[in-house]
């Protein structure tokens, strides 16, 4: 039967789907600041552990084969462990200290504007037939700017596009899917790689002792996906979301900043430096018998992996200072220092978050009750016979639906890598494969949660040119962008996992 009314039919879908995007806002609301939220998990693990050790349970620890028993922490030696090491908790988790670093060469690149004028002069110096693809790449690699990229990328693009007579929300779009659904993706290593490897290897250590993810386990990967993104992102823009938006009739007073000689010539010595800072670095990689490489001369594993945070430190400082004194922002040795104290404030609301993670992961460790999950979680895979790669696809898809209600990528992968890296490493997984499984669901789904802070800051930009827009029409816009971004990254994991592709130097599916 021909429905007498399909105008009604889309209003009713319409707002079935404004239903269900309100009711995941409110379920995620309800949720504790991750803060709080790890405060209560570190609570739930010492009533968990006082039940778990009175049953007696114990597990048989898979690389040493030693009977471990589940320690209660409602006891005597339990409340010597909380006291003791509250701080060590805090002050020795390994993410800490990697983020810290990174944000100090990070933090001054961005407070003096190099990363601002490099992402500006990408976006506005591109021929007008491969914008669209130049502002997929640049909100990809925008990640190095941190959140920072989210407010500087996407109207910027918008107003790209409507000075060169395109729709500026598709412009609008295109920035915000580089910089949030391709989030995780990059070609240098960032504060992310450094953030998550941390978190993987304190989760490893249930296992192995031994083993440890380092901030270049999945560089191959997301190398590789920043150019497929960037193709895909460009795609969507192109032939979905423009031809849904039509031709746009308003107008809009504000103009596109340019960029000054001044900083255009900033941005070219630091270039330059940069070049001299790589060519040193690699002269002494590959010098006769350099110390940066394993005893046998190769590169995986070597030192120079080991310590590619101070090295990649170095890299940002040295362009940093560079550009800073030539654009005058830096005049004496005193504004270096000063610039690093800004970025480092930027980083408040993460230090007080690690500390509450921190004491969780270490409770996690010391009951063994991570070590008790991880064997009888693998174990109940492996008597329902999912041990292949359909289990990593249903993690995927289960993280990708649980960004939904926890936007923080730290905070969700220091709740679930203490669970699932042991558990999947008891299946014989690397953990720097199921880290890379973790970041395409976490950053796929970043620009339709309503849990994203910044999604109410892209709907101001929205509504500039368009007035009537609300969440409801910035959700409809995302929404290929995000399946589609998830989709492709699913087919990129297969096709490494079955290719035998490293995911980065010497990091395959397994261990």
């Not at 409507?162 to 290593?189: D, S």
């Not at 941390?198 to 901030?215: C, R």
């Not at 191959?220 to 150019?227: D, H, I, K, N, T």
């Amino acid at each position: 039967m021909v429905n007498p009314n399909p105008e009604t039919t889309k209003v009713e879908k319409k707002k079935g789907y404004l239903r269900l995007l309100d009711g995941i806002e409110r379920a995620g609301n309800k949720l504790p600041d991750p803060f709080m939220l790890f405060i209560y998990l570190a609570v739930f693990i010492i009533l968990l552990s006082w039940l778990v050790s009175s049953l007696g349970a114990t597990v048989i620890h898979p690389g040493t084969k030693e009977v471990l028993p589940i320690k209660s922490l409602v006891s005597a030696e339990g409340l010597l462990y909380i006291l003791d090491s509250m701080l060590k908790n805090f002050t020795g988790f390994q993410p800490l200290g990697l983020v810290l670093a990174m944000m100090l060469g990070i933090g001054l690149a961005e407070k003096v504007g190099l990363l601002e004028t490099g992402i500006k002069k990408t976006i506005l110096n591109a021929p007008k037939a491969s914008v669209t693809y130049s502002v997929v790449f640049v909100g990809i690699m925008g990640n190095i700017a941190s959140d920072a990229a989210f407010v500087i990328i996407p109207p910027l693009a918008a107003m790209v596009f409507h000075q060169i007579g395109r729709h500026p929300l598709a412009g609008l779009a295109a920035g915000f899917a580089g910089a949030g659904a391709g989030f995780t993706a990059n070609l240098i290593v960032a504060g992310t790689d450094a953030l998550l490897a941390g978190i993987s290897t304190e989760a490893a250590k249930m296992v192995n002792e031994n083993v440890s993810v380092t901030p270049v386990d999945n560089w191959y990967f997301m190398s590789a996906s920043v150019f497929v993104l960037t193709i895909i992102g460009g795609l969507i823009t192109e032939k979905i979301i423009e031809p849904r938006l039509g031709k746009y009739e308003g107008k809009i007073s504000k103009e596109t900043g340019k960029v000054g000689a001044l900083e255009s010539r900033g941005l070219r010595n630091a270039v330059i430096a940069g070049f001299i800072y790589v060519a040193i670095v690699l002269v002494g990689l590959f010098w006769p018998d350099s110390p940066l490489r394993n005893e046998e001369g190769g590169i995986v594993p070597s030192p120079f992996l080991s310590g590619i945070i101070p090295i990649i430190l170095g890299l940002f400082i040295s362009v940093g200072v560079t550009y800073g004194v030539t654009v005058k922002k830096i005049t004496s040795s005193r504004d270096v220092p000063k610039y690093m104290a800004e970025a480092m404030k930027d980083l408040a609301g993460y230090i007080v978050l690690i500390f509450a993670a921190s004491q969780f992961i270490a409770y996690f460790n010391w009951t063994n009750l991570g070590t008790w999950l991880a064997v009888n979680g693998a174990e109940f895979l492996r008597s329902i016979n999912m041990t292949g790669m359909q289990v990593i696809i249903g993690y995927v898809i289960f993280t990708a639906l649980l960004n939904l209600l926890i936007f923080s990528g730290s905070a969700k992968w220091a709740l679930e890598a203490p669970v699932f890296v042991p558990m999947f490493m008891n299946l014989g997984y690397h953990p720097g494969f199921i880290q890379v499984a973790y970041r395409i669901a976490d950053s796929s789904t970043n620009i339709i949660t309503p849990m994203n802070p910044y999604l109410i800051v892209i709907l101001s930009f929205m509504r500039e040119y368009d007035k009537k827009a609300g969440i409801g029409t910035l959700m409809a816009l995302m929404l290929p962008y995000s399946l589609i971004f998830l989709a492709t990254w699913i087919i990129m994991l297969l096709v490494f996992a079955f290719a035998g592709i490293p995911f980065g130097p010497g990091v395959g599916v397994y261990l």
